[in-house]
């Protein structure tokens, strides 16, 4: 690999580029469905290749390639170079990255089963058993389950004399069972909507899930759903369970705190942010017991990794503390705009994407309440959990998502079970009518495999950490 | 590029090393640029060139798929061997009929000398053009413009050997000021059909005309929905209902619907993979040659399109619609029309008493996907309309409405009608008026 990383900078120096980095990325990923008692797909595929990203008269190239030889290196740095001349043909200001950083270091996802190890006839096996718990309930038409795993060896070499080499692994997996009924679908999933649960972790992760344990209960509730009542629309409290919990910070939260969206980089597709720069360490985010960090450092986390795409090592920084918004999630050029150093967010969607500004693990840090006291300590509302649809306006203030599965909250008890619960908002109040957040035994970090991003799109790998909490005066019920 | 006679000699070499009862070979390569800019600057700007590789070996009635982007001997060697293994390892899916048997393939137009050797500079030169209007506006301007060239192989031990190569282009943009946006875009697989400037100049107009946005309670409203809106209606429903496997699995709108009048009958739907004003494909990710497939005609339920698998479960033939293997989702129409009215937006403006116009949908998702209820916000142009004229711009809101009833309420269709790009492939819609659509939410800005 250093041959090829030395000669991409070696030939953008020589053609004039003021920085120059290089990300070789080589991927695997093992892929096994099970629909319906058949194994409906079960796919391995690899992919590997080169990015180099140059700055030159102030301008950003960058340009990749599948093929992995000196001569196609020199060829992508040249075209990197020759794309930054043409971007400083349309500039307002220079790129200015900041100071150098430089790490020479390795960095390996712990695993205590290599999940690549693991014999494939053990994981179908698996998900056919789960398969089965689910269609013991009966109505279920479409029983759906899934694991997935990632080995990702990427390489990283700046100009600036960093050279690093990461091998990050991810275990995932989850189950989905749909009940049809008379003009109507409901599903069900476990342990996360999207499909699956996914971290950087072995295949310990998948044996902790349980999968086949929660089948039939994921198909009886499926089917239950059919039959259950419309969430009524009314304005009231709403304790959101964890999964869905994580999408609120994932959307609400996650991606208003992208600096490159509030500086406008993505304007055109996603949107911007209403956290524009001004409002940095004053403004009132949410209630006072709402602290959110991003960590890209802790065990596990689907968005926990050694060092970013641009050489940064992973952090944890707070973002919401006691209630205030007090940081941004920052790339090397970002920071420098409001003079700080990188947090180190800057991720890339393989070796022909140029990286972003990605989540790490955003973390709504535990409060203090045990979920059936804070239950009990409810006279009326609604508890919503497990996320099934979700949208939020370009600025990230108006939400409206939906979720698998609710129940009426009466004098303190779970009661009436609800389908096709949806709750809407406007972001800062929202999270101003927090009142509880439970504690630690409650607490995990979910993964969301899915986070779409950037043009042409990017999708990464993100985490979150949350416990279930209580909002107060939350509009439920929008779908009649 | 790889080149015709390169993709053969690969997906021979490949079919000659399984040993499997069936095997398919999916071989793609891909050359594209692309130049983002935000504030009036280019700030990202790519270039990439990748192959793909894709092997589905069939042993009884037993699949694996392996795939790599590494064309070396070995390399073809590994995958064919580990999609083998694969199969091997797992139990029979009795659904599973065969892979499809060679067909003829239409011989289309999609590849533009000229689109696939626009260079870094060409796209630099046209995105300065929208970014200085924008500026002699005082305002700003981001966007996207997209090159690039494509070529699909597929062949199988049937028998079956497609190829095709293909360009698009694609530019997007929102302009803004402090309290305004305007969005304009435009797509062809001809780079020259694209003008710029025209582009620029409709989103400029667009964020002068909705400066000082107002407040609007949510409600029910007539709408006038721009193309751009209906188009993002169209790929929601595609994906949604319009497939098989949804129909099949009881998760489509078009369930106990065939043959029964579910929209307006104004409106017809169909998708054409050959229609050479669309971004055509001839033939789908099996080597199927793709059929026009009337989805909704005259707001009749008519048809899903199918793939081998679903087509196999029917007893039927596919429809030229399948995906990539393996592919849980099923078949997906991506080359989807919608048939043009006679009216123009000036007269659908002069025919609404009061209403919104909508020039775009923002994150739309389902809801209810078996009703096809659909949850968005509006963006980047939302007017009050007035006795026939525009009052004044509003700020954005939130619709939770049913595509099927909002299609079932149709006053006016659109004569003119835009390319847009899809998840899949290309969608070309009209602009709509429709009778009624309901906001249940509204923003700040």
Redesign the interface.
């Known amino acids: 690999m250093r041959e090829l990383t030395d000669r991409a900078l070696n030939v953008a120096e020589i053609e004039g580029a003021t920085y120059a980095d290089i990300r070789t990325v080589r991927r695997e990923n093992q892929?096994i469905?099970v629909?319906n008692g058949?194994?409906?797909?079960?796919?391995?595929?690899?992919?590997?290749?080169f990015g180099v990203r140059v700055i030159l008269n102030g301008?950003?190239?960058?340009?990749?390639?599948?093929?992995l030889s000196l001569e196609e290196v020199e060829r992508?740095t040249a075209?990197?170079v020759?794309?930054?001349?043409?971007?400083a043909?349309?500039?307002?200001?220079e790129v200015d990255i900041g100071p150098p950083i430089v790490y020479s270091d390795t960095y390996s996802t712990p695993v205590k089963i290599d999940p690549f190890q693991v014999p494939?006839?053990r994981k179908?096996e698996l998900l056919?058993a789960a398969d089965a718990g689910m269609r013991l309930a009966e109505g279920v038409?479409?029983a759906?389950s899934n694991l997935q795993f990632v080995r990702e060896r990427k390489g990283f070499a700046s100009s600036e004399g960093s050279f690093i080499e990461q091998e990050i692994i991810e275990s995932g997996g989850g189950l989905e069972a749909?009940a049809?009924g008379e003009?109507?679908?409901q599903k069900r999933s476990y342990p996360n909507s999207f499909g699956r649960h996914q971290g950087t972790a072995g295949y310990e992760l998948i044996e902790e899930m349980d999968l086949v344990g929660n089948a039939q209960r994921v198909g009886e509730e499926a089917v239950a759903l059919l039959t259950a009542p419309q969430c009524p629309g009314m304005v009231t409290i709403l304790i959101l369970g964890a999964t869905q919990l994580a999408l609120q910070v994932h959307e609400s939260c996650g991606h208003p705190i992208e600096l490159d969206r509030v500086?406008?980089?993505?304007?055109?597709?996603a949107?911007t942010s209403?956290l524009t720069t001004e409002k940095l360490g004053t403004f009132r985010y949410g209630s006072e017991i709402v602290n959110i960090t991003a960590d890209a450092t802790i065990p596990g986390g689907l968005g926990t990794f050694g060092y970013d795409d641009e050489g940064a090592p992973a952090q944890r920084v707070p973002i919401v503390k006691d209630g205030t918004f007090v940081g941004y999630l920052t790339s090397r050029e970002t920071a420098a705009m409001l003079g700080q150093e990188s947090n180190g967010c800057m991720r890339a969607d393989g070796w022909?994407?140029?990286p972003l500004i990605r989540m790490t693990n955003i973390n709504l840090e535990p409060g203090k309440w045990d979920f059936e006291d804070l239950i009990a300590d409810t006279d009326e509302g609604i508890y919503m959990e497990m996320n099934?649809?979700?949208?939020?306006?370009?600025?990230r203030?108006?939400f409206?998502f939906?979720t698998e599965i609710a129940y009426q909250i009466k004098k303190g008890k779970l009661g009436q079970l609800y389908k096709?619960a949806?709750y809407?908002g406007?972001t800062p109040e929202f999270w101003a009518g927090c009142d509880a957040i439970c504690n630690q035994k409650h607490w995990n970090v979910w993964g969301t495999p899915n986070c779409g991003k950037g043009?042409?799109q990017q999708v990464a790998h993100v985490g979150h950490g949350t416990a279930p909490a209580r909002f107060r005066n939350v509009q439920v019920g929008?779908?009649k | 590029m790889l080149g015709e006679r390169k993709m053969r000699e690969i997906a021979e070499r490949v079919l000659s090393l399984s040993a499997a009862n069936q095997t398919e070979v999916i071989i793609m390569s891909e050359d594209s640029g692309l130049t983002r800019f935000a504030n009036s600057y280019i700030h990202q700007n790519v270039a990439e060139r990748n192959v793909g590789l894709r092997v589905r070996a069939v042993v009884g009635k037993k699949i694996g798929v392996a795939s790599s982007n590494d064309l070396s001997q070995e390399a073809l060697e590994r995958v064919v061997e580990r999609a083998m293994t694969i199969a091997k390892l797992q139990p029979e899916n009795p659904d599973f009929t065969s892979l499809p048997s060679p067909a003829t393939v239409a011989e289309i137009e999609a590849f533009d000398e000229a689109t696939a050797s626009f260079s870094p500079e060409d796209r630099a030169k046209a995105v300065g053009l929208v970014c200085q209007l924008a500026l002699n506006n005082g305002l700003i301007a981001s966007g996207a413009f997209t090159t690039g060239a494509g070529e699909l192989a597929v062949a199988n031990s049937l028998g079956i050997f497609a190829y095709y190569s293909t360009t698009t282009a694609d530019i997007n943009t929102v302009i803004m000021s402090d309290d305004s946006a305007g969005y304009a875009a435009a797509t062809a697989w001809k780079v020259g059909e694209i003008n710029t400037e025209v582009v620029g100049a409709e989103a400029v107009e667009k964020a002068l005309q909705t400066r000082n946005p107002r407040e609007l309670s949510p409600g029910r409203y007539p709408v006038i929905l721009e193309e751009y809106a209906v188009a993002d209606m169209l790929e929601t429903l595609a994906y949604l209902g319009f497939g098989a496997l949804a129909v099949q699995e009881g998760r489509s709108f078009m369930v106990d619907s065939f043959g029964k009048q579910i929209m307006s009958d104004a409106i017809s739907i169909w998708d054409d993979g050959l229609d050479p004003t669309g971004l055509p494909m001839p033939f789908d990710f099996e080597g199927v040659p793709r059929q026009r497939v009337d989805l909704i005609k005259g707001g009749v339920a008519e048809a899903v399109v199918y793939d081998s698998y679903t087509a196999g479960k029917e007893g039927r033939a596919s429809t030229g619609h399948g995906l990539p293997a393996p592919n849980t989702y099923g078949p997906v129409p991506g080359h989807i029309f919608m048939a043009p009215g006679e009216a123009s937006k000036e007269e659908m403006l002069e025919t609404m008493e009061r209403g919104l116009w909508v020039t775009r949908f923002h994150y739309t998702v389902p809801v209810h996907p078996k009703l096809a209820i659909v949850t968005g916000m509006t963006r980047d142009g939302t007017f009050l309309i007035e006795r026939g004229e525009v009052a004044y711009p509003i700020k954005n809101l939130r619709f939770t409405q049913s595509y099927i009833e909002a299609l079932a309420n149709v006053e006016l269709v659109g004569r003119a009608t835009r390319l847009q790009q899809s998840w899949f492939g290309g969608v070309r819609a009209p602009a709509l008026k429709l009778a009624e659509f309901e906001f249940t939410g509204a923003t700040e800005f």
């Not at chain 1, 043909?89 to 200001?93: A, D, G, I, S």
């Not at chain 1, 500086?263 to 597709?269: D, N, P, R």
């Open positions: 892929s469905v629909k058949k194994v409906e797909a079960l796919s391995q595929d690899e992919n590997q290749g301008g950003w190239g960058f340009a990749s390639s599948s093929l992508v075209l990197a020759e794309i930054a001349r043409a971007s043909l349309v500039k307002t200001k494939l006839e179908i056919l038409a479409v759906k749909t049809v003009g109507d679908v500086f406008g980089s993505e304007a055109s597709y949107g209403f022909n994407r140029i099934k649809s979700w949208s939020i306006d370009d600025k203030l108006n409206q939906g096709n949806t809407t406007i043009q042409p929008v779908m």
